[in-house]
């Protein structure tokens, strides 16, 4: 099984040595890889558990005369492998997945395709937008604060679904068994036979739950 990595760096009256890709191989045996970009002073920590940052630069001047460093990556896999992609400051896209797919960030937005695994996905700013080819069994959650929501899904899906929103409506085209009041907003239902719990909630964005 073969992992590329390639990646591009774009600045402008920056050290593009600020920025480094590590590949590193965790776990026992053929185990899992992990993909990091390290930014120098600020990236603190990215291991198993996590990535974690902290700008330990000195005052926004210090920060500006510094430029604009930003580092494109493509990963690609062999088929069948789980992926857990994470960024604070960048969108993520995943094509042609056929495993799980984890996908979290910040600031940016998440465009992700499955064909063999269910998809989670939350990001803070920005749209979502996801189409499985199975769901799996486990409970699917996507989450964004500032954007909308569009997961597309195969037909005879058995779920137990919520949907909410505050500025922004929701809608489904599956046809839905709701529990409790009709919202324009807020939608809690049972759609088939119901089972497996999907979460989607956004604050300023709509909501699709959309038929292959």
Known sequence: ARLEVVAEKRWRRA?????????????????????????RDI????NEDGYRTEDTRRGRRDRDDRGE???DVTVR????????????????????ATAEVEAHTVNGGIEATSSGGPVNASTVNGDIDVRMGTVGT?????????????????DGLNADVSMRTVNGSVGADFPM?????????????????????????????SIDLRKR
């Open 177 to 205: 068994t709701v529990n409790g009041r009709i919202n324009p907003r807020r939608i809690t239902a049972t759609i088939g036979r119901g089972g497996q719990r999907i979460a989607l909630a956004t604050v300023n964005g």
């Open 69 to 71: 460093l930003s580092v």
């Open 77 to 96: 896999v062999p088929e069948g492998v789980r992926l857990d992609v994470s960024s604070v400051n960048g969108g993520l896209e995943i094509n042609g």
């Open 43 to 46: 990236t603190r920590e990215c």
């Open 138 to 154: 486990a409970d699917l959650d996507f989450s964004t604060t500032n954007g909308s929501i569009t997961v597309t899904v195969p």
């Open 15 to 39: 050290d593009p040595a600020d920025a480094t890709v590590e590949v590193t191989r965790v776990g026992a045996g053929d185990g899992d890889v992990l993909v990091c970009v390290i930014w």
